[in-house]
């Protein structure tokens, strides 16, 4: 499937119909699932029946498996119910409320007559009987699994009022070969495991890559035969360039909101300390200036702060600074020691490793450290990466001799693995493709 970044080439991927609406529009009937309330929430059930036209049933197949994993919103077989359905019109209501669907969803997908592939649907809220959302693409056939997942962002942001996840990828490290030997390639793949392909060749070893916020670049870790160096490369062109050679060794870079800067960590003499470089004029700023181990820094969304790990109080602990650097205060203080500190895109939390006696724990703590909770623990869990919603964290563990991707919901209910081909490990979630 050809990568389209932006809005901007919509046309080009929907053949200028993009997103146009199949009226009419739900109005004063909008409910929405309060998916804050402290994580106590019921999921809303959504019947989807079987999509008419040649490629409706691909479509309607990748909708119900987005929502199977979407914890927040319950598939619903439309059985009996479904059948003979017109997607043009209304559904009947009342067949819909006796298997206690709260919404269904109606639609078709069929090739014109210039080959390309029209897929529509619409959104029905069978308690109102009126229409909650319906649109329709125009595009190339081979670009019909990501319509579904677009399909799928659109009813899961009209059903609970948030932004949806699925038109997204994942940027990974693939790992092969024996565990004292292993080959560890770049490699980017949708959300749900589709479309995995390698950006690099595995000729040097390659870790932590991390999305630009228009998710076009990924920059990451590079370790071959010369030192470790900080590479960015864009994905659609494949080209990449080396940040900058730093003495020592440089670890954990990632990208500013803007995309303007990034900010890493830079070691020398076994002390290392954060930087933040410029792009444009690859000039660096020193925000630390510590006898410890600073390492591992996320900007906030709004890009104000930086949360990073350092071990300046005796052992890792999460600390927050200003953007421009400073005074750092430590808001961890759980047991155990702190690491892979991520701010959520949303700003309410911040994500990290816990390793402790108990294990590797995956967890999150708001910025003023206050509502630490953990969301998994075990044998070994690491490297957190936030869903562009912010309700869902995805990571990775050992699993039968080596590291597998798994996902979770913030508050708990439901972890799913990522299918991947071989081991998979230090994950990073893109923002909506589109």
Known sequence: MPFTPSR???????????????????????????????????????????????????????????????????????????TGVNPDAAPNMAAFRALNAQYVVVGRAARGPDGRMKTEFRLWDVAAGTQAAGQQYVTDPKNSRRVAHIVSDAIFSKVTGEGGFFDTRIAFVDETGPRQNRTKRLAIMDQDGANARYLTRGDDLVVTPRFSPNSQELTYMSFGAEDPRVFLLNIDTGQREVVGNFPG???????????????????????????????????????????????????????????????????????????????????????????????????????????????FAIGVIKPDGSGERILVEGFHNEGPTWAPNGLFVMFFRNVNGGPRLFMRDIFGHAEFEIPTQSFASDPSWSGLIG
């Open 249 to 359: 060794m440089t670890f954990s870079p990632r990208f500013s909101p803007d995309g303007q800067r990034i900010v890493m960590s830079l070691e020398q003499n076994g002390v290392a300390n954060i930087y933040s470089m410029d792009l444009r004029s690859r000039a660096t700023t020193r925000l630390t200036n510590s006898s410890a181990i600073d390492t591992s820094p996320c900007y906030s969304p709004d890009g104000s702060r930086i949360c990073f790990e350092s071990d300046r109080g005796g052992a890792q602990q999460i600390y927050v600074m200003s953007a421009s650097g400073g005074g750092a205060n430590r808001i961890s203080f759980g047991q155990g020691r702190y690491s892979t500190p991520v701010w959520s895109p949303k700003g309410d939390y911040i994500a990290f490793t816990r390793q402790s006696s108990a294990g």
């Open 8 to 82: 901007r080439a919509a046309a080009a991927l929907f053949g200028g119909l993009a997103l146009s609406p199949l009226l009419p529009r739900l109005s004063a009937a909008e409910r929405y699932l309060d998916v804050h309330g402290g994580g106590n929430f019921t999921p809303v059930n959504v019947a989807i029946v079987p999509f008419a036209g040649d490629g409706g049933a691909a479509i309607a197949s990748v909708i119900v498996s987005n929502f199977k994993r979407s914890v927040f919103i319950n598939p619903v077989d439309a059985g009996a119910a479904g």
